[in-house]
């Protein structure tokens, strides 16, 4: 029933609510003796959440697997489903690297890929992936889903016949929610001609999505890592050239539609100056190129001058004279930093703030964020390679060369 290749040699994080599709989930990877740990997360919105999971721990203590759970907050003011999206895969992406994962298992089945589905097509949107992949990358986690080929009565059948514990969510009855009215309108009425027709509807627009955006993957990828703005203006799919090229770069996976179109009108209005959070970064636009900019914090400190090397810069006793800087006894320790605001710089006609030797030199708002700052015991900037060096500390004979 359950869609496993060779996973024999993997380790699994089984993302369980109690319910009964995760239920079976969660036993046939016991049965099948798997390397397998359990999330679970409490949203703590239903009088039954502290039921399930009491439910999901004392299956856990009964096979000895290890179980760890992770408490949302329920008065969150916003968006709950968007903040407990993210709640969620941010604490798998954690417990992934804790300890050390391969993929974590979802529990969605048939009925909820035929869902996904029609909510699909009565929005009209262009997905990347129509109903539901069986193996995807989302917040830099690999989601996995075995249980496509099992219906939701298959599911009900097996913990029945396994004698398998689960808990209903009582939501999942309610009239108020569209995957609800279409689960039971549509998807219950259909037998297995029908079910199996609409399968193939679906894997016949999924070949054909895969071939676009292979397309798109190729142009996203040929944009590099700073997106010429005047190349975007002029693409057929932006906003699906946009999605690609973030993800490309590890971010912005859980990025709405909505909030794709957005960014994308902002582009192409032309505004002079924009930026957008997404994710740990931001995307901006330096001068003719979109950005994504990382926060970057780093400092060195040297009791001497001595030849060393880091991803941001490197010191030598020989170099460029942009580069160098004459340092004294009273100068030590120095600090190599990333810039921080309201450095300035004293050099031949007077003191002047590095933003704007950035701005006038059109630096980059990313290059920017990890530009090497050289600064003296008293927390004075003695230099900034390439930039200039203080008149206090510049000579013909510099003892230090700072490279950037």
């Avoid at 496993?4 to 969660?26: E, R």
């Avoid at 569209?178 to 297995?192: A, G, H, P, Q, S």
């Avoid at 490309?248 to 909030?259: C, P, T, W």
């Amino acid at each position: 029933m359950i869609l496993w290749y060779n996973h024999t040699m993997n380790k699994y994080c089984v993302a369980v609510s109690g319910g009964c599709d995760s239920m079976t989930l969660l036993d046939q990877c016991i049965r099948k003796k798997m390397n397998i740990i359990v999330a679970h997360v409490n949203y703590q919105k239903r009088e039954s959440a502290k039921r399930d999971e009491n439910l999901v721990r004392d299956y856990c203590e009964r096979y000895q697997i290890p179980f760890f759970v992770r408490y949302c907050d329920p008065h969150y003011k916003g968006n709950f489903q968007a903040y407990a999206r993210r709640f969620r895969y941010e604490f798998f992406k954690e417990l992934c690297e804790q300890e050390n994962c391969d993929s974590v298992l979802v529990a969605h089945q048939q009925d909820d890929l035929f869902e996904t589905y029609l909510m699909q097509c009565r929005r009209k949107s262009i997905p990347l992936v129509y109903g539901l992949a069986a193996k995807v990358k989302h917040h830099g986690v690999v989601i996995e889903r075995p249980l496509l080929n099992m219906s939701k009565r298959d599911c009900y059948n097996y913990c029945y016949d396994h004698e398998v514990p689960f808990g209903e969510d009582e939501s999942n009855f309610s009239n108020d929610y569209l995957r609800n009215r279409l689960r039971r309108e549509v998807v219950d009425t259909w037998d297995e001609t029908k079910r199996q027709e609409v399968l193939t509807e679906i894997n016949r627009r999924n070949a054909e999505m895969q071939q676009y955006q292979k397309e798109i993957e190729r142009i996203a990828k040929e944009l590099g890592e700073d997106l010429p703005i005047e190349k975007f203006k002029k693409l057929k799919h932006p906003q699906d050239v946009l999605r690609a090229w973030l993800n490309h770069q590890g971010v912005g996976y859980s990025l709405s539609e909505r909030r794709i179109r957005s960014i994308c009108e902002t582009i192409l209005k032309d505004e002079s100056r924009y930026e957008f959070d997404i994710d740990d970064c931001k995307l901006m636009k330096s001068y003719d190129v979109l950005q994504l900019v990382r926060d970057i914090e780093y400092a060195y400190t040297f009791d001497k001058i001595e030849e060393f090397d880091c991803e941001y810069f490197m010191i030598r006793k020989n170099g460029s004279s942009v580069e160098a800087v004459t340092l004294s006894a009273e100068d030590f320790p120095i600090t190599i930093r990333s810039p921080k605001e309201g450095d300035q710089i004293e050099l031949r006609f007077g003191k002047k703030k590095l933003n704007r030797f950035f701005i006038d030199r059109k630096i980059s708002h990313k290059e920017r964020k990890s530009y090497p700052v050289v600064v003296n015991s008293v927390g004075n900037v003695v230099l900034v390679p390439k930039i200039g060096c203080d008149v206090k500390h510049y000579t013909v004979k510099p003892n230090c060369f700072v490279i950037k």
